[in-house]
């Protein structure tokens, strides 16, 4: 069964450094999105992004996070000058975008990354 | 007001009994329902998902809707020691097809 793949699984990083977490969505997936989930707490949407570009995005995506499709597979979060509070782990997602109604179709989580902030 | 609602648990039940999980929502013009099951340290792996009222069926999982009452359930029968898990609850609020918002999820736990 195809799958949402996520690299690295852990990212260590120190504080006020730049890191970009990659995913590579499900080949034919039109729909592609970020999660995060800190340590305890729950799923939390950050952003989806389709034909190219951001379609939503939560109040958490501030200036200091970006998005990009750089060639046809791969799907980058790129998050600047990291701050403690980063510290989670960080799920892609991906989501067909066709046949039904888009909010009746699941989405297709990766095993994540967990990126910790020094 | 949290957008999905849901009690943390943990909740414990005895290996082969019922586990009743519930779930209720703000947003009343959402239309999907999602019931995500999720290991310590893991993803969300998707169980079930529900569109209209009533119940749906899958194996040991029964997912139930009531929109009036703003309230989805997921029941696991015949329980296992693997399905020890949290939970997760997630909708697709009215407001955007593009998202799904989750819950806090449950913390499930089977005794032997």
């Known amino acids: 069964e195809p799958e949402v793949t996520q690299t690295p699984s852990h990212q260590v990083t120190q504080m006020g450094q730049e890191v970009i977490l990659r995913c590579v969505p499900i080949s034919n997936h039109l729909y592609f999105y970020w999660y995060r989930q800190i340590l305890g707490q729950k799923v939390e949407f950050l952003v989806s992004f389709y034909n190219n570009e951001i379609s939503e995005k939560s109040e958490i995506f501030d200036d200091q996070f970006s998005v990009e499709r750089p060639d046809g597979s791969n799907f980058t979060l790129k998050i600047r000058s990291t701050k403690l509070e980063d510290s989670a782990m960080y799920f892609c997602?991906?989501?067909?975008?066709?046949?039904?109604?888009?909010?009746?179709?699941?989405?297709?989580f990766g095993d994540g990354t967990r990126l910790s902030i020094l | 007001q949290k957008e999905v609602e849901q009690n943390s648990g943990p909740l414990s039940v005895p290996e082969g009994a019922i586990a009743s999980l519930n779930c209720t929502y703000s947003d009343r013009g959402s239309q999907s329902f999602f019931w995500y099951r999720q290991y310590s340290g893991k993803s969300p792996e998707l169980i079930m998902s529900?569109?209209?009222?009533g119940d749906k069926e899958d194996g040991r999982f029964t997912a139930q809707l009531n929109k009036a009452s703003q309230y989805v359930s997921l029941l696991i029968r015949d329980s296992q020691p693997s399905d020890s898990a949290t939970y997760l609850c997630?909708?697709?609020?009215?407001?955007?097809?593009?998202?799904?918002?989750f819950g806090s999820g449950t913390r499930l736990s089977i005794r032997p």
């Open positions: 997630a909708v697709t609020p009215y407001s955007s097809a593009s998202k799904i918002i």
């Open positions: 997602a991906s989501r067909s975008g066709t046949g039904m109604w888009l909010g009746n179709q699941p989405q297709h």
């Open positions: 529900i569109y209209s009222n």
